[in-house]
Nanobody
Framework: QVQLVESGGGVVQAGGSLRLSCAASGRTDNTCSMGWFRQAPGKEREFVGSINSVSGKTYYEDSVQGRFTVSSDNAKNTLYLLMNNLKTEDTGAYYC??????????????????????WGQGTQVTVFS
């Protein structure tokens, strides 16, 4: 089992920045990829970005490309999401997710919720204008 705990959410003015963290614990040896998703009220959970644990390759949803950065500290088992130039449409609950695979390709990543095996409880980000 793997446990994921997000932190770092808050209220920020448009144009500002936040950094989210996701601490992973438990059986993380077979981590293949970790990702961030977000969910606005009344909307489906959507992919934000991810990082492949083997290659370090990152992938982003188009609307956050160039503004958000996904990174990880493998020694600390922690995933990060640095969000710059925040917009009101970035408001939502942000969730981290972990994809577990015994055999992991350097290019493995998923943009759908069904691709991930473990989820955190979420942290709220509110951006006001």
């Amino acid at each position: 089992q793997v446990q994921l705990v997000e932190s770092g959410g808050g209220v920020v003015q448009a144009g500002g920045s936040l950094r989210l963290s996701c601490a992973a614990s438990g059986r993380t040896d077979n981590t293949c990829s970790m990702g961030w998703f977000r969910q606005a009220p009344g909307k489906e959970r959507e992919f934000v970005g991810s990082i492949n644990s083997v290659s370090g390759k990152t992938y982003y949803e188009d609307s956050v490309q160039g503004r958000f950065t996904v990174s990880s500290d493998n020694a600390k088992n922690t995933l990060y999401l640095l969000m710059n130039n925040l917009k009101t449409e970035d408001t939502g609950a942000y969730y981290c997710a972990l994809l577990e695979r015994y055999y992991c390709s350097s290019y493995t990543y998923y943009t759908t919720t069904s691709g991930y095996d473990y989820w955190g409880q979420g942290t709220q980000v509110t951006v006001f204008s």
